[in-house]
Each structure stands twice: as structure tokens, then as C-alpha cells.
């Protein structure tokens, strides 16, 4: 009898991990495969990067979809969109409904995912030209949106990713954060306030720490936040540090039961770090205190 694959295919099928089913002709448009069907190494790392994300994220479609089949999806500073056609590849095509949203602000990103995915025949993606806050804003959207995703989006997409996730009520939220600015400058200006003079002023005194600093506290004020409106928060690790710098995956998931101390801890900090007023915009938190 005729072997399925030959010993080539095998070895490429094993260390691209494929599935069954899986779509060679997504991983040569995305790269991950040269025309000539070997593999891309800078690329395969990407994709290594959205495997591991898709274990977090397959148990929580199975068991949203559960509850009720069309899942809708967004994802949210797209780029070429690789997280969001991998996620179809892997399970809204053999789920037969379900939609994704890739939400990206560069055009031609845009552009060439819609005509990939037309070529591909993965029907229920659509990408839409816009930012992540006006996308919460258009009609072109569904009202509600089981799951939300945040790959890398940059800066304050992350956090206007996560507002949008609220509006809509989102079921889960995976969120992977960039470099984050908004709170660092806070930081530089205005030195936090009462705390310049305690020696927990030396945590932000040179500019990378203070950088870093910035973007620990924004993801702690994003984990509280998501508590206080009613999710449950996970945070781990998305890849080794080998992959990428930016590597914290926070996973909320949607239980409804608002955290009043999460509200509380969120207040007490904003105060102490001086970023009440320049972050009011984000944590309105009247309604759980
Ligand atoms: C670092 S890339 C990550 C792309 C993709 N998620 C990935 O991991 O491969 C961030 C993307 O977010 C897009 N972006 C930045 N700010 C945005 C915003 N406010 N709304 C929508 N997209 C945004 C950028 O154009 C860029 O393509």
C-alpha cells in the first residue's frame, strides 16, 4: 500500500506541529512556509508564539461554544492577522459558524488579509480598517462578542481593547500587552506624587525602569479593573523569554461577580501613584464601589 505522506511531508508535518485538516497554502501566505513548501524559521517562531496561545484559547471556545454555536471573535490590532487565521484554521473551520473580526489600523494589512482569506475560502473572517475605539463604535460590529484578543496591540490599543471587551460583554478576554507609554510618562512627570520622597521612588528612578515600572503597574490596573467589572483573571507566561520581550498573557474570563476590593485596590493605587486624574478616562468605577 502507498504511504499517505512521504518521509519529507512527515518531518515537515511534525515540526510545524500540523493538525489534521490544516491549511498548507494559510502557512505559505503567512510565511511560515517558503513557495517551495520548506519552512520559514524567523516566521516559525511566530507561529510557535500563536500555538501556544491557541491552548489557552481552544478550551475556552469549546466551552463557549457550548452554550450556543455562532462564537464571534475579535481580534484587535490584527496586524497581518496570523492569531486570527490560525484560529479559523484550527477551529471555526470545522465548527461550520462562528465569525472573526480582525481589527487593524494599516490598510494595507487590512487589505491583504480580506483577499486571503477570500482565497482561502474562510468565509466568516472580516477585517475592518479602523482603530480598536472606533470599532466598538460601528455598526459594521456585532453588539455583543463572545471573545476578545489582543496579540501585541500596541500601547493603549490593549487598554481600548479591553473597554471594548466590556462594552460588548465579552465572554473571555485573552490579552497578550505591548510596550505601554501612557503610565510611564505619568511616571516622569509627575514623579508619583507621594511617593517620591519614600524609597520606592528608586523602583522608577532610571529611565528603563521607569519604563518597565510603567507597563508592570498598567498591566496590575488592567488585572484589577477586569476584576471589578466581573471577570476572573488569570496571568502566566505566553512564550519563553527567548521569543519575545513582551510575554504576559492575561486571560479574564466573564463570571459577573464584581471584585469591590479589586475596585478598591485599583482607587488606592491610582491615588498613590498620582495617575488618578490622567487615567479617570479608563477605571470609572462608581458603579462597583
Ligand atoms: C505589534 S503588532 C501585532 C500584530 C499581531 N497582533 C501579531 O501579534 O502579529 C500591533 C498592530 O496593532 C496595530 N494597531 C496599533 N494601534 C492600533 C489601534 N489603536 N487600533 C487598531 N490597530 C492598532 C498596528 O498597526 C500593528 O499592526
Not at 35 to 50: A, C, F, M, P, T
Not at 105 to 122: D, H, I, N, Y
Request: proline residues 3%; charged residues 20%; hydrophobic residues 40%.
Amino acid at each position: 500500500m502507498k504511504p499517505r505522506h512521504t518521509k519529507p511531508e512527515q518531518d515537515l508535518a511534525q515540526q510545524l506541529e500540523l493538525r489534521p485538516g490544516q491549511s498548507i497554502e494559510l502557512l505559505k501566505a503567512l510565511h511560515i512556509l517558503t513557495r517551495e513548501g520548506r519552512i520559514n524559521q524567523d516566521s516559525r517562531r511566530k507561529l510557535k508564539q500563536v500555538y501556544h496561545l491557541y491552548q489557552f484559547i481552544a478550551p475556552i471556545l469549546e466551552e463557549l461554544s457550548n452554550s450556543g454555536c455562532a462564537l464571534s471573535l475579535a481580534d484587535h490590532g490584527a496586524g497581518k492577522s496570523y492569531l486570527g487565521f490560525i484560529l479559523y484554521d484550527l477551529y471555526f473551520k470545522a465548527l461550520g459558524c462562528g465569525h472573526i473580526y480582525g481589527i487593524e489600523t494599516r490598510a494595507p494589512l487590512v487589505e491583504a488579509s480580506q483577499k486571503l482569506a477570500t482565497r482561502l475560502g474562510f468565509e466568516r473572517m472580516s477585517f475592518l480598517n479602523m482603530s480598536v475605539a472606533e470599532s466598538a463604535r460601528t455598526q459594521a460590529m456585532p453588539e455583543a462578542f463572545d471573545v476578545v484578543t489582543a496579540l501585541h496591540a500596541c500601547d493603549t490599543a490593549t487598554d481600548d481593547a479591553i473597554a471594548f471587551g466590556l462594552e460588548k460583554k465579552a465572554g473571555a478576554m485573552v490579552i497578550v500587552p505591548c510596550c505601554q507609554a501612557e503610565v510611564a510618562a505619568c511616571l516622569r512627570q509627575n514623579k508619583a506624587l507621594s511617593l517620591a520622597r519614600t524609597p520606592l521612588a528608586e523602583l522608577w528612578r532610571h529611565p528603563l525602569h521607569t519604563r518597565e515600572i510603567g507597563s508592570q503597574l498598567t498591566n496590575v490596573l488592567r488585572c484589577l479593573h477586569l476584576e471589578a467589572c466581573g471577570y476572573q483573571v488569570t496571568v502566566t507566561e505566553l512564550v519563553g523569554w527567548e521569543h519575545s520581550m513582551k510575554n504576559e498573557l492575561i486571560i479574564a474570563r466573564h463570571t459577573g461577580q464584581k471584585k469591590r476590593s479589586s475596585a478598591e485596590r485599583l482607587q488606592a493605587l491610582l491615588a498613590e501613584f498620582g495617575l488618578e486624574q490622567a487615567l479617570a478616562h479608563r477605571y470609572a468605577l462608581e458603579q462597583v464601589i
